[in-house]
């Protein structure tokens, strides 16, 4: 009896390091991200007279994925591809109005993960960068709906349509999301995002003092998993 405790201490003094290895090796690696969600959009700023916009949130969506790269214990270097649509809704008198925009992004984020319980929790920041590449403008009073396309232009000249929206294709700003992820992979986590670049064009339609901005801002929630 006492040779086969002995053993079996010997196997568990064996298994124990190298069990922490293979956990250690197995946070290390490089991973690819699956995620996709929902968005809550808007757009703030400010209209041509300068005062503060107010509109509402539009429900959207993201899709896209990620890679998860090791650059020292516990923390990650995350660069994604995503699409993901935005805008806002607004609304005067009885003609209420729809803006959507559709962007490819680019977020850089760094992504602090700790194992707690059977999972991971993590916390990520960083940087995106976005293009705009569709967007829409709905109209709606009574019985009457108007869709017209939103045009990407830095720069709007005089002789273009007064009816017409245009809205910079650049975009970008930061991220900051937290969540948790099971060892099996799958993850959930909360976004937050706001956009620092103003996204209103030079419009040479306007030809008194054009004091309005744009920014995308805006929180969402994905379910993701992680092979």
């Known amino acids: 009896m006492k040779a086969k405790h002995f053993y079996l201490i010997i196997l568990l003094a ?25 968005n809550f959009q808007n757009l703030n700023g400010k ?22 790269m090791a650059i020292a214990p516990e923390f990650y270097f995350q660069p994604g591809l995503m699409f993901s649509t935005k805008g ?6 009885a003609v209420s109005s729809t803006y959507k925009l559709s962007y490819i992004e680019l977020p850089l984020n760094l992504v602090y993960k700790a194992m707690v319980g059977n999972g991971y929790v993590f916390l990520g920041f960083g940087p995106y960068v976005a293009y705009g590449i ?33 809205i910079k294709p650049l975009d970008a700003g930061a ?13 959930l986590q909360l976004n937050t995002q706001l956009g620092l670049l103003d996204i209103s064009p030079e419009d040479n339609r306007i030809t008194d003092d054009n004091q309005s901005t744009l920014k995308n801002t805006g929180f969402g929630l994905s379910l993701g998993y992680r092979l």
Not at 49 to 65: M, T
Not at 88 to 93: N, P, V
Not at 150 to 157: A, D, L, M, R, S
Not at 175 to 187: P, T
Request: overall charge negative.
């Open 88 to 93: 806002a809704k607004s609304s005067e008198g």
């Open 175 to 187: 991220n900051l999301f937290f969540g948790y992820e099971l060892q099996s992979g799958l993850f």
């Open 134 to 166: 569709n967007g829409k403008a709905t109209y709606e009073g009574g019985p009457v709906s108007i869709d017209t396309d939103i045009k990407f232009k830095n720069k709007v000249n005089s002789d273009d349509p007064l009816t017409t929206v245009y």
């Open 47 to 68: 209209d041509i007279g300068g005062s503060s916009l107010d509109n509402d949130i539009l429900i959207g969506f993201h899709a896209g994925l990620n890679a998860q």
């Open 14 to 38: 064996l298994l124990v390091p190298v069990t922490a290895f293979s956990q250690r090796a197995a946070e290390s690696r490089s991973s690819i991200g699956i995620l996709g969600g929902v």
